[in-house]
C-alpha cells in the first residue's frame, strides 16, 4: 500500500519490535557458545566432533520447531504460536545452566532450539503480515536487528563473566531466561495477524486491527485484497507447496535460507575462539573479538534497515554474495600465513553480511511466498536454513582440524560466487510491493 493512508507509525514500529524480540533469543543462543564453549570443553572434556554436535544442536532443534510453527501458527494463529517458542525458550535456558554433564547440556540446547526455530518462522512473517508495503522491509529488518543486538549484548555478558570460574558458562547460557520472560510478557499484548484472521473467518477483527495500524481507507483496501488472495483456500499440507504454480517460488526461498547459512559467515560467529587461537590469540584476545564482531555487525544492522526500502533487496544481496566471495579469499590467504590482520579481513566481511545477506534474506522469505502457503513454505524455507546451519557448524571444527582453519574459508567463497548467481538469474525484487502484489511478481518463475 502507498504512504498516502494515514499510517500510526508508533503503534507498527510497537508491535514489529515485539514480536522481533523472538529474535534476539535467536541472537543470545546463537552468540552463547561463542563464550561458553571454551569452558565447556574444559568441563566435559569435547573433541571436535562432540564440539561440532554441542553447537549444531540448536540447530537440529530448531529444525523441529520450523516444522511445528508452521502447523501452529496456521491452526492456532501466529501469536499464540510466539507465546509458546519463548515459553519454550524460558524453561530451556534454566535447563542448559543447570546441565551436570554434556547429555543433558546438548538436550536442554537442543530444546532451546525448538523456540528459536518457532520464532525464526514466526517473528519475520508476523511483521511482513501486519506492516504496510511501504514499511515492510524496515519492519522485518527489526528482526535483524533484534537478533544482533542480542549476539552483541551477550558477547559483552560472556567477555565481562570470564573471570567467574569455570562455572562461568552456566550464567552464560542462563541469563536467557530474563529475554525470554520479557518476550513472553510483550506478545501478551500483540494483535493477531489481520491475514490469519481474514483467512480463518474472522475478517471483522481483522479490519479493526488493520484500521489501527493505516486508518479505515487502508482497512478497506487491503481487506479487499487480502479476502481476494484467500478465497477458495483449504487447509494447506507441507507437500502441497512442493506442488503446482507455488513450487518454484518454493525453491527460490529454499535456496535464499540455504544460502544465507552456507556461505559461512556463522562459523566466525560461533568458533571464534578457534579461529583466532590459530593466529595465536589468548583465551581473553578471542573472547574480545567477539565483542568487536558484534559492535560491527549491530552497526552495519542498522544501516541495512535504513536502505533495504530505498535500495531494494535484489541490489544488496547481489553485493553481499560478490563482496564475501572476495574477501573470504582474502581470510584465507591471511590464516593460513598465520597473520593477525586476518581479524580485519573477517571482521569486514561480518559487517558486509550484516548490511546484505543476513537481514535481506529474512525479509524476502517473509515477504515472497503466496497468502494461502505462507506459513507452511515459510517454515520450510526456514527448516533448510536451519539444516544449512546444522551442516556448517557441523563440519567446520572437523574440517579445521583435518585440513586447516584456513581451508574452510576457500569453500565458502566457491559457495558465494554460485549464490551470486542464484540471485543474479532467479530472484526478482520485492520492494514496496503488498504481499498480494508479490504473486504477480513471481509468477513468472
Known sequence: MKSQYPFNTFYIVGISFISALGGYLFGFDFAVIAGA????????????????????????????GCLLAGRISDRWGRRKGLMLAAAVFFVSSLAMAGAHNSAVFIAARFAAGIG???????????IAEVAPANMRGRMVAINQLTIVIGIFVTNLVNYSLRNEGADAWRWMVGLGAVPAALFLLGVCWLPES?????????????????????????????????????????????????????????????GLAVF????????????????????????????????FIGLVNMICTLVAMWQVDKLGRRPLMLLGAIGLTLLYLVSATLLKQRSAAASWSLLAAIGLYAMTLAPVTWVLISEIFPNKIRGAATSIAVLALWG?????????PILAKKLGTYTPFYIYAGVCLLGFLFLKFRVRETKGKSLEEMEAVFSGH
Open 37 to 64: 564453549l571454551p569452558f565447556l570443553k574444559e568441563q566435559f572434556g569435547f573433541n571436535e566432533v562432540q564440539e561440532g554436535f554441542a553447537t549444531a544442536s540448536l540447530a537440529l532443534g530448531c529444525i523441529a
Open 388 to 396: 544449512s546451519y546444522a551442516l556448517l557448524t557441523f563440519t567446520f
Open 194 to 254: 489481520p491475514r490469519w484472521l481474514a483467512k480463518t473467518g474472522n475478517p471483522a477483527l481483522a479490519e479493526r486491527i488493520l484500521n489501527k495500524i493505516g486508518g479505515v481507507d487502508y482497512a478497506a483496501d487491503s481487506l479487499g485484497a487480502i479476502c481476494k488472495s484467500v478465497v477458495g483456500d483449504t487447509a494447506v499440507r507441507y507437500k502441497d507447496v512442493f506442488r503446482g504454480a507455488v513450487f518454484p517460488v518454493v525453491l527460490i526461498g529454499i
Open 116 to 126: 528459536v526455530g518457532m520464532a525464526s518462522v514466526l517473528s519475520p512473517m508476523y
Open 260 to 291: 544465507q547459512q552456507l556461505c559461512g559467515i556463522n562459523v566466525v560467529f560461533n568458533y571464534t575462539a578457534n579461529i583466532f587461537e590459530s593466529v595465536g590469540f589468548s583465551q581473553d584476545d578471542q573472547l574480545k573479538q567477539t565483542v
